[in-house]
């Protein structure tokens, strides 16, 4: 089925990076972008960027940039999102999510989230 | 653009008719997606373009709007129904901008 898994949970210290994996299946990964999103606790969600799997094209929500890179491996269906110079604020779940598709204009698959705690 | 959600919690009892509004800031046409999540669990895509359901969603859920008013409408409330739900624009990008969500309680 189609389906984005995602990498397991980490925890960076204070000004680390991390970087986090979204691997598909179920379809052609280079036919949909790929999004993330992220859900502090208690919180709503927040986009981050998109990547276009095919291009490598990528946009980034102005708060993020010059701190997030979005990119993929083709050959094995995955796309990855870096987060650097990380601070508490960041402490939040990451999900990828694929789309807007050309027959449902949305966000219509997610991964199952990944829980990046940032702490010293 | 600014979406507002509202309200950004309510209580309701199984049954119930229950309608959440979405505003946007400027005119996004029907470039709306709403969302359904739960504790612990990624969003779950229901309706986008403002009123397609999505494949395998409930019909008593139902979305309607265009431009800047949205509405997101559960005829009948289940108890698998309560959770958060966000809107989000996808017109005018970037940013793919989300509501702030509203919580349904039971009540």
């Known amino acids: 089925q189609v389906q984005l898994v995602q990498s397991g949970a980490e925890v960076k210290k204070p000004g680390a990076s991390v970087k986090v994996s979204c691997k598909a299946s179920?379809?052609?990964?280079?036919?949909?972008?790929i999004n993330w999103v992220r859900q502090a606790t208690g919180q709503g969600l927040e986009w981050m960027g998109w990547?276009?799997?095919?291009?490598?094209?990528?946009g980034y929500a102005q708060k993020f940039q010059g701190r997030v890179t979005m990119t993929r491996n083709t050959s094995i269906s995955t796309a990855y999102m870096e987060l650097s110079s990380l601070r508490s604020e960041d402490t939040a779940v990451y999900y990828c999510?694929?789309?807007?598709?050309?027959?449902?204009?949305?966000?219509?698959?997610w991964g199952q989230g990944t829980m990046v705690t940032v702490s010293s | 653009i600014q979406l507002t959600q509202s309200p950004s919690s309510l209580s309701a009892s199984v049954g119930d008719r229950v309608t959440i509004t979405c505003r946007a800031s400027?005119?996004?046409?029907?470039?709306l997606a709403w969302y359904q999540q739960k504790p612990g669990k990624a969003p779950k895509l229901l309706i986008y373009?403002?009123?397609t359901l999505q494949s395998g969603v409930p019909s008593r859920f139902s979305g309607s709007g265009s431009g800047t008013d949205f509405t997101l409408t559960i005829s009948s409330l289940q108890p698998e129904d309560f959770a958060t739900y966000y809107c989000q624009q996808l017109n005018n990008f970037p940013p793919y901008t989300f509501g702030q969500g509203t919580k349904l309680e039971i009540k």
């Open positions: 999510a694929r789309g807007p598709g050309s027959r449902n204009y949305a966000f219509d698959i």
């Open positions: 990547m276009n799997p095919n291009s490598g094209n990528t």
């Open positions: 179920g379809y052609t990964f280079t036919s949909y972008d």
């Open positions: 400027q005119g996004i046409s029907s470039y």
């Open positions: 373009a403002a009123s």
